[in-house]
Structure formats: C-alpha cells, structure tokens
C-alpha cells in the first residue's frame, strides 16, 4: 500500500516573487494542497487496493471508483492531481513558448498572442472557483482551452492537461485581492514553458 504524498516544490516559497509571493505559495502548497493528500489517502484507506493506482488514472475513471468514495476521490484527488501540475509548469526563471508546442499553438490559435488572449478572456471570465486548461484531448491529438469548475480535472473527460491557472481565491487573494485580472497577467511570466513542452511531447 502506497500512500500520496506531497511532491516536493521544485524551487522555494519566495521565487516567484513578485509575481506570486512567499505567503501565497507556502499557504497554498503546505496547507491547501497537503490538506486535499491527506483526505484523499484518509479516502482510500476505506478502498486500499485503490493505493496502488496513480492519481491520474482514479480520476480518468470516475465510474469505476467505489460510490462510497467517488464524490472526495473526485474533489479531494482532483484537488491533489490539480495542485501538482499547477506547481510543476511554474518557474522563477522567465521563459519564451518554443519549439513543438508553440507550433501546435499558433497552428490552434493562429499566433500567440491569441492563444494568451483567449486563455486570459476564459480565466477573467469564469465565474467561482475553478480551473483553466490548456489540454490535448486523447482522440484528435488537438490543443483546447478548456474550463473546471471546483477540483474537477479534464482528465476526466478524455483530455490530457499540460497548463493550467488556479482561480481559487486563496491563489492569488493575499497579494491581488478582488484583482484576479493582475494575478492572471502576473502569472503568465511564471510559466515553465520547457516543462509544458515536455508534457506536450509525452
Ligand atoms: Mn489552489
């Protein structure tokens, strides 16, 4: 029995700063996200044959997990699998978009500079709390934006995520407050580009 644990943060609580500072991340990461591991482990301890499948693979099968504990592997575990690729394509060193996958954006979206614009608009636009996605859907092969509400993740719909924006409140409220507009164009100079483009040629 395998149990989740919190992957290590790839650099420290202040590196994003100023864009995403220290307070904002060591809250969001060693409290919001180490709370959704611990209650998807507390989850599957009812179902522990379940500990030895990937978090990624539970949430692309909804149907298949036990109803008992479908809504928390859900929210909780989407909450998990979120928070991970959420830190993972963020850096404190700027980045350009290049190689492959800025050509699969601009074959998408017509250039860049689209592709931010409506990535931006989609995020301004969404109401609540929830998740923006840029994702490979599993049968085209087709880039997509696409839009979760609460933990929900596209994996669950047959779509593989390889960029995302979290637009909870507890993202950005310290620093931004009702400005979710300035943590959005703040953030866009965090992303990881040479990971999601790795993720893209996976
Ligand atoms: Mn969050």
Known sequence: MKKHILPKLPYS?????????????????????????DKLNLALEKHPELFDKKI??????????????????RN???????????WEILSSK??????????????????????????????????????????????????EIVCTGNQDTPLSIGKRPILVIDLWEHAYYLKYQNRRGEFIDAWWNLVNWN????????
């Not at 990624?56 to 479908?70: F, G, N, S």
């Not at 999601?196 to 996976?202: A, D, P, R």
Request: net charge neutral.
């Open 13 to 37: 609580f202040d590196a994003l700063e100023p864009y995403m500072d220290a307070k904002t991340v060591e809250i969001h990461y060693s409290k919001h996200h180490q709370t959704y591991v």
């Open 56 to 73: 990624e693979d539970l949430l692309a099968k909804l149907d298949k997990i036990p109803e008992d504990i479908r809504t928390p592997v």
């Open 76 to 86: 909780v575990g989407g909450g998990h699998a979120n928070h991970t690729l959420f």
């Open 94 to 143: 700027k980045q350009n978009c290049h190689s492959k996958i800025l050509k699969a954006i601009e074959k998408t979206f017509g250039s860049f500079n689209d592709f931010k614009k409506q990535f931006t608009d989609k995020s301004l636009a969404f109401f609540g709390s929830g998740w923006v996605w840029l994702v490979v859907d599993s049968k085209t092969k087709k880039l």
């Open 195 to 202: 990971r999601v483009e790795e993720l893209f040629n996976n």
